[in-house]
Structures are given as C-alpha cells and as structure tokens.
C-alpha cells in the first residue's frame, strides 16, 4: 500500500530516522511519523544486492576490441568519422537510453541523447 504526500501529491516512502518509521515524500522531503498500521508490510533497507547481469561494465584500456564501430558519427574533437558506441539506459525507463561514443583514432569519448 502507497500514500501520497499531502503537500505535492509525491510517493511516501518509508524511512527509518533515529529508530523511528516515517513517511517521507521522494519529491519535496515532507514527512510524516507512521503508524502501525501503515508501516505493516514495509521492511527498510539501505543495502541494494544486483545480480551479475545487472551490474554496469567498466572498460579497461584496450577493451574497447569488443565493441561495435560505427562510421556514421565525426569525432568533437579531431573529425575522424569511426567510433566505438555502447548504449546505456541513464535517465528513466519512459526516455531513451544514452548513447556513447570512443573515437578509434584519438580516444576521446562523447555521449548523444536521442
């Protein structure tokens, strides 16, 4: 069961503050002491276990082998028209995701938000 917060209509999310439950809004920070009954069913945690396909991959020097290439982009910063691209999801599921670039030539990397 969710609340909304009375003040921006935001969701209430419980928060444990000084060993007491709250309710508080992810919008504007409004909270409110919960009860019993509206803190039955909610467990607070600050820990966020991801499972190995979730996690992001980070590049080392000279990964880039197992990338796409593209031809259909120019480099900001020497015009060279070859890049390596990989697309991440950085914003929210409803907007499209983030694409990246890493020029073959001078490495130097850049993001397109479509």
Known sequence: ?????PKCGGLMRPRK????????CTRCGYKVEADASEASGFKVSTRIDHKPGEKTLV???GGEANLPVTREVTCPKCGWHEAYYW???????DEPPTRFFKCTKCGYTWREYA
């Open 59 to 61: 590049l080392e020097s």
């Open 17 to 24: 503050i000084d060993g007491k439950l709250y309710l508080v």
């Open 87 to 93: 697309v991440i999801q950085t914003r929210a599921a």
């Open 1 to 5: 069961m969710s609340k909304l917060c």
